[in-house]
């Protein structure tokens, strides 16, 4: 029986233990450690790119009707993400980001999601093409109630704002 | 008094029992990372058990699939009251990336209920010992509402 | 025969609170804190508290019991508290800084004979659990069992040999003791010093502590014969394996470093109770950390060529009267 430790159990005995005492040190994530999402609904314009890469289906979203437009919610599942950071890799305006923190731990599912609230206002309405004989203004905007249709026609990069 | 010391020991001394529900090997390594002379839960009470008889905390990885489906139900029913259940990583919560699968059925709390999930793929030592000392205190709770 | 009511409580008193279930508990636990805390200290780590061990007694006794369905229900819950009423009387046998609660005329006997108790109750226990985990277990601390048990009965030969000198084996622990406080501590004797290290490393497979717990082989049978334990049960077995330390420890420094006598009782039990706590880390927490865990048939070969041969040399030493 070879006996290759004794020394080292020994030595270690006397020493400093090399345990990183967590819970009451605390301890910062590596440089460009990938944690829990940051999401800045500010800067998103619902190309929806995101969705499409995400390989867990971590990403929703749902839209609630209102006055001025569509409240567009976009909603990050943790418990379901991979944090491949696909999603920031792919997004346009650089709405999505993944912090240096890593405590995700949660009773509940709802301490494990990510939302981001944003509008999506509703299109100008076109403006009628003057007739050359009339001469006629264009409508105000406000007033005008646009149709479904030309909201779905209509290409959201260039409608989403805000 | 003696009632008293019970509740305390319970949240100074949970064992670990791990289940592989079909995972990829990541959240196994560092539930083993956290009990290696880095991370030494062992400090904090944690031991990693051989039966799940022994067992107050069942920490389960990876989605459930169909052949260990079975298994994780019949482990966990095993396990004696008051438990915790745990899960590590993505996948038991929501199946992950293996969502869809033809041998995936689940995510687990289709079948148990989930107490405390650690989210990460994956998580971070530091978040499992987050995680586990969340366990414990969770576990201390349902000692007293007993 | 009068029984007298005061000598009836004084037994009382030394089953109950001194040498027996009281102080031997919390001195065991104690001692099996020390051990996990020194065992981490050599693999770097910092270790769980001293009170970890009763932590997790107190922890055990507040959860669920399980019976099995297949289990024989009587045998499996009465094995753990008939092993652990065993080793609280072996520790009123067991003479601790000279202080003996019973004694007698082969009391070391009585002792060999109890120390079997404890690891045939984890047997009966393990194979009433029915469980095929726990079987393999059973067969495996079988087999401890007959490895240790060759060496053990070789050093306490030798020990009572060198002792009674030229008349009858002396198999009493109190002659023992007496006889180390005239002619000084049997461990500076150098023919017992190959027995003292056979004992030394007789305990941690009595004790079933790290490279030779064959029986309770957690990663790969699950814990062998506690396999099915759960809730209070449990609790008691580990107190017993506690309590096993203690009284194993204690035969030691009574077999070997029994001479130490200040005339106090109470320094002298302070010294063997610090005697106790450096063999535990000597033979149970430094083989630990420096050991794996060893197959069987390793087991068996390893205790009876080289810790009975260990032995033997001593008895021979000690029968030729060098």
Sequence with gaps: MGLPFIKEALTQLFSKPSTANYPFVPREAPPNYRGRIVFHPELCINCNMCERVCSGGAISHSGVETEEGELITRRFFLGACTFCAHCSDFCAKNAIELSGDYHMVAREESDLVVEGTYLKKKPAPKPIPPKPAEQAKPEPVAEAKPEPKAEEAADPACAVEE | MFKKIIENSMAKSPWLFHINAGSCNGCDIELVAVLTPKYDAERLGFKLTGSPRHADIVVVTGPVTAQSKERVIRTIAQVPDPKVIVTLGSCPRSCNVFKGSYSVVGPLDNYVDIDVSIAGCAPKPEAIIDGLALAAAVLKEKRRAK | MSIDINTILMYLLYALVFPGLLFSS???????????????????????????????????????????????????????????????????????????????????????????????SIIFGGSASGNPFAGVGVSR??????????????????????VSGNGMLTFSLEGITTYQKLNGSLLFDWRLLPAAVAMLLVIPCEVGSHPFDVGEAETEICEGPLVEYSGAPLAVFKLSHAIKMFVMTALFAALFLGGIATGMLWLDIVIALLICTVVTIICMSFLHAITARLKVEQVFKFFWTVVSGLALVSLILVWIGI
């Design chain 3, 26 to 120: 919390v001195f065991g636990l104690w001692l099996a804190g020390v051990d996990r805390k020194v065992v981490a200290r050599m693999q770097k780590r910092i270790g769980p508290p001293i009170m970890q061990p009763t932590y997790d007694f107190f922890k055990l006794l507040g959860k669920e019991t399980i019976i099995p369905a297949n289990a024989a229900t009587t045998t499996f819950m009465l094995a753990p508290y008939v092993g652990l009423v065993s080793l609280v009387v072996l520790a009123l046998f067991i003479p601790v800084g000279g202080f003996q609660a019973f004694g007698g005329m082969a009391d070391i006997v009585v002792v060999l004979y109890l120390l079997t108790i404890p690891s045939l």
């Design chain 3, 141 to 162: 601390s079988m087999v401890a069992i007959m490895a240790y048990e060759l060496p053990l009965i070789l050093v306490l030969l030798a020990v009572s040999k060198a």
